[in-house]
């Protein structure tokens, strides 16, 4: 995966700074640069920062040029089976699915930031 490259490219095109992006995650520069370099894993919390930070979602920052992942580790055999059963499904099928989870994803985000924030009111 590109992630380290995407990330760069996403922050040179917003004219954005190493040190800004390693503020945001709570990392020394160097060890960020390393993340961009491909030399260093990144976590899924520093993901979503960075993701947050750029307004799009993880899966565009990790599949920027529409690819998929090409391989996922799940321990739930019924999901497995299903995953299996969706590599059948040609490309624009499978991207479909794909922003139907985000969308999912996104929602759920929302009620529970509603719920956690507005509710109380």
């Known amino acids: 995966m590109r992630v380290g490259t995407n990330i760069r490219t996403l922050r040179e ?3 954005v700074k190493q040190q800004e992006i390693a503020d945001l995650i709570g ?3 160097s060890n960020y640069s390393k993340i961009e ?3 260093r894993e ?3 919390t520093a993901l979503d920062k960075i993701a947050n930070f750029f307004n799009i979602t993880i899966d565009q920052l990790v599949h920027m040029e529409g690819e998929l992942p090409t391989e996922v580790q799940i321990e739930d055999k019924a999901l497995a089976e299903q995953l299996k059963l969706m590599q059948q499904l040609d490309d624009e099928e499978r991207s479909m699915i794909f922003k139907m989870i985000d969308s999912f994803l ?3 985000k929302f009620k529970d930031f509603f719920n956690k924030n507005v509710a109380s009111l």
């Open 13 to 15: 095109q917003r004219s």
């Open 27 to 29: 990392m020394h520069r």
């Open 37 to 39: 370099n491909g030399q």
């Open 42 to 44: 990144i976590s899924i």
């Open 106 to 108: 996104t929602k759920k």
